[in-house]
């Protein structure tokens, strides 16, 4: 695989938390940044990359090949932060943001940035 993606992501913005990687139904990287502490529990985390972030992106890329030429990312908005999904080779990247980050700015960022690793 390389350098690790959170190596690359990491710098792009002083907001980004957390960085996963799933590929092929496996955690392949979980990083959180350091001066960053998560707000919960790793194995949710470890469930929300497993579980839920793959299911996410199968419906939006489902409706999104119908007719809207498929699906770049999905932005989730919780509470505490943003998380941003990223279909990425056979499976997906993760990326935790503070609350107050321009997602949408990043999440063109990070797009063009997977995409040149792809």
């Given at each position: 695989?390389?350098?690790?993606?959170?190596?690359?992501?990491?710098?792009?913005?002083?907001?980004?938390?957390?960085?996963?990687?799933?590929?092929?139904?496996?955690?392949?990287?979980?990083?959180q940044?350091?001066?960053?502490?998560?707000?919960?529990?790793?194995?949710?985390?470890?469930?929300?990359?497993?579980?839920?972030n793959?299911?996410?992106?199968?419906?939006?890329?489902r409706?999104?090949?119908?007719?809207?030429?498929?699906?770049?990312?999905v932005?989730?908005?919780?509470?505490?932060?943003?998380?941003?999904?990223f279909p990425h080779?056979?499976?997906?990247?993760?990326?935790?943001?503070?609350?107050?980050?321009?997602?949408?700015?990043?999440?063109?960022?990070?797009?063009?940035?997977?995409?040149?690793?792809?």
């Amino acid at each position: 695989m390389g350098v690790p993606l959170s190596k690359e992501l990491f710098p792009l913005d002083g907001r980004i938390r957390y960085v996963a990687v799933n590929a092929g139904g496996a955690i392949v990287e979980m990083e959180q940044r350091a001066e960053r502490p998560s707000y919960n529990p790793p194995e949710t985390d470890r469930m929300e990359e497993l579980i839920v972030n793959p299911i996410v992106l199968e419906a939006t890329r489902r409706r999104g090949d119908l007719d809207l030429g498929g699906v770049r990312w999905v932005i989730i908005r919780y509470g505490l932060q943003y998380q941003m999904v990223f279909p990425h080779a056979s499976g997906h990247v993760s990326v935790g943001v503070e609350a107050d980050g321009d997602v949408t700015e990043l999440a063109g960022r990070i797009s063009d940035l997977l995409d040149r690793r792809a």
